[in-house]
């Protein structure tokens, strides 16, 4: 298995301002995934974050919006640039492992 | 391409009543396939997943799932309902050849139990 720590486990956030979520993992993985779910609705993935180098944006996402870092195999941050309510989701770090999918608990963001 | 679908959007039933939850599923291959639970305030925990092999898989919490290839369904089940198992349930799928970690989502499945 895999243990995920991310935070901050909530937040709300004034609009135009930006947040970073930060997800650290207990041991050492290839690829990093970043997803939202927006209310009552399903995960979206927005992109893969890789080690040394730039993350792979899912169509709909781009790195202006949602910039990722991904600065060793156990860590990666989103951050939530000049956000609007329509940002308001929740947001999930997860790990693949052994077939499997691992999470985070996620954060949940709303921007008022 | 894959992808998964879980037709409702709510399961009522009574604390102690069998309970399932459907999904099916769309691949071009052989599929992984697996199903997440998510609590209030919480992130997504594994339940169990199918691979290869047995049809029927048994997972945590007393959940099973039953993988039908005729059918392109695998329809999570418990024997006997609790109140705390109230919480929404997605199923996900991965093809088996691409080689991803990416699965794909259902849309999720509100269980609601009640006393």
């Known amino acids: 298995s895999a243990v995920i720590s991310q935070k901050p486990s909530r937040d709300i956030c004034q609009r135009g301002t930006s947040l970073t979520i930060q997800c650290q993992v207990d041991?050492?993985?290839?690829?990093m995934f970043w997803y939202r779910q927006q209310p009552g609705q399903s995960l979206t993935l927005i992109a893969t974050?890789?080690?040394?180098?730039?993350?792979?944006?899912e169509s709909g996402f781009v790195i202006d919006k949602f910039p990722i870092s991904r600065p060793n195999l156990t860590f990666s941050t989103l951050t939530v640039s000049n956000m609007s309510p329509e940002d308001s989701s929740i947001y999930l770090c997860?790990?693949?492992?052994?077939?499997?999918?691992?999470f985070g608990q996620g954060t949940r963001l709303t921007v008022v | 391409a894959q992808s998964v679908a879980q037709p409702e959007d709510q399961v009522k039933v009574a604390e102690g009543n069998p309970l399932t939850v459907k999904c099916t599923y769309s691949?071009?291959?052989?599929?992984?396939l697996f199903w997440y639970v998510q609590y209030p305030n919480r992130g997504l925990q594994f339940l169990l997943k199918?691979?290869?092999?047995?049809?029927l898989v048994k997972g945590s919490y007393g959940f099973e799932a039953e993988f039908n290839k005729s059918q392109t369904s695998f329809h999570l089940k418990k024997p006997s309902a609790l109140v705390s198992d109230s919480a929404l349930y997605f199923c996900?799928?991965?093809?088996?050849?691409?080689?991803?970690?990416?699965?794909?989502f259902g849309r999720g499945t509100s269980l609601i139990v009640h006393p």
């Open positions: 997860s790990v693949g492992r052994n077939t499997e999918a691992f």
């Open positions: 041991s050492q993985v290839t690829m």
């Open positions: 974050a890789n080690q040394g180098s730039e993350a792979t944006y």
């Open positions: 691949v071009s291959g052989n599929p992984y």
């Open positions: 199918y691979i290869t092999g047995d049809n």
């Open positions: 996900a799928v991965r093809d088996q050849e691409k080689g991803s970690y990416i699965p794909t």
